[in-house]
């Protein structure tokens, strides 16, 4: 089954510890992307990245960092420096189909910090 | 700049009733691409529709139809005989090339709630 995975579906961390979570995609999709959905709200871009070596940031990227060493994979480091890190993260990954934009998401993690 | 409003924050419907969801989009892009999601409890966005900016002619599919308006800016959904399953929040989502990302720009979505 071709799709996005993430792991783990929920995490716990105590406060001033770096936690990375999972993204991994086998749709051959060349660009990756990070949300964070709080309570009530939409989702807010992070970080993206487009190509394999190369990421940029989104809207929200203070307290966190990425990596893309592998075309598959995309994990998300959320350092002790992010203030609220207790949320609900999406990984998305998308491609040029025709003139057409395929997005998809993971299932989420969803990260309790206390 | 872009930007996507979903002016209606939460709807409550009965069994059966229509309900249609608002979205108002912002973009200076002549090509675009604009999504609907559900989210449902358990979490996962589940997609719905993609629609190109070029392509205005609206969509239906089964209880589901969107309505696509360039001069209004607006890319409503409606459900037609709602039903208990169709209680969800779902999100509008806009996505342009204004910095070649063609990053997900979304809502802050609508919940519904279709009582029994």
């Known amino acids: 089954d071709g799709g996005i995975t993430q792991s783990p579906k929920y995490l716990f961390r105590k406060e001033g510890q770096n936690v990375t979570l999972s993204c991994e995609q086998n749709?051959?999709?060349?660009?990756m992307y990070w949300y964070r959905q709080d309570p009530g709200q939409g989702l807010r871009l992070i970080y993206y990245?487009?190509?394999?070596?190369?990421?940029q940031k989104g809207d929200i990227a203070e307290g966190y960092s990425v990596s893309r060493e592998k075309k598959e994979s995309f994990p998300l480091t959320v350092t002790s420096a992010q203030k609220n890190p207790t949320a609900f993260y999406l990984c998305a990954s998308s491609m040029w189909v025709g003139q057409s934009l395929e997005q998809y998401f993971g299932p989420g993690t969803r990260l309790t910090v206390t | 700049a872009q930007k996507v409003t979903q002016a209606q924050t939460e709807i409550s419907v009965v069994e059966k009733e229509d309900v249609t969801l608002d979205c108002v989009y912002e973009?200076?892009?002549?090509?675009?691409?604009l999504f609907w999601y559900k989210q449902p409890p358990s979490g996962e966005l589940v997609f719905l529709i993609r629609?190109?900016?070029?392509?205005?002619q609206n969509e239906i599919s089964g209880r589901y139809s969107w309505n696509f308006q360039k001069s209004t800016s607006s890319f409503n959904f409606t459900i037609t005989a709602s039903q208990v399953v169709d209680s969800a929040v779902y999100f509008c989502a806009l996505s342009a090339p204004e910095d070649s990302s063609y990053k997900l720009i979304f809502g802050s979505g609508t919940r519904l709630l279709v009582r029994p």
């Open positions: 749709l051959n999709h060349d660009a």
């Open positions: 629609r190109n900016s070029f392509d205005e």
């Open positions: 990245s487009q190509i394999v070596n190369d990421f």
């Open positions: 973009t200076r892009d002549t090509t675009y691409y």
